[in-house]
């Protein structure tokens, strides 16, 4: 049954340089009821660190469990920074009813935080 999930969007910030974390490399995916997880955007954040939308416009998507991964080595390599973590994976669960979900990373090279953003 399709949803009312109408976006999801990120925003990421290098918390280290006070800034937002631009071209970092990003990947949303949904898992399907056999548990199999399929590609729905891939693409880079914006000079500001966001990713307005990763759902294709125009097309609704369903309550579930979605992935999105963040190539934060390859951004703190952009940096010529060595950071801990290669990158970094935030599952989330979308309820039925739901339009938006926004999920801000906030970013240094040895820890991360998230949170859900409106």
């Not at 999920?103 to 240094?108: D, T």
Request: net charge negative; glycine share 12%.
């Amino acid at each position: 049954m399709a949803g009312n999930l109408k976006r999801i969007s990120t925003h990421v910030l290098d918390v280290s340089r006070g800034k937002p974390a631009a071209s970092v490399p990003v990947r949303l995916e949904s898992k399907d009821a056999a548990g199999e997880w399929t590609q729905i955007f891939t693409g880079r954040t914006d000079d500001d660190g966001r990713c307005g939308q990763l759902l294709i416009d125009g097309k609704e998507s369903e309550a579930g469990e979605y992935r999105i991964t963040f190539r934060t080595e390859a951004y703190f390599g952009m940096q010529d920074v060595d950071g801990l973590y290669p990158e970094v994976e935030i599952t989330f669960h979308v309820r039925e009813g739901e339009s938006h979900y926004h999920i801000p990373l906030l970013l240094s090279p040895n820890g991360y935080t998230t949170y859900r953003g409106s």
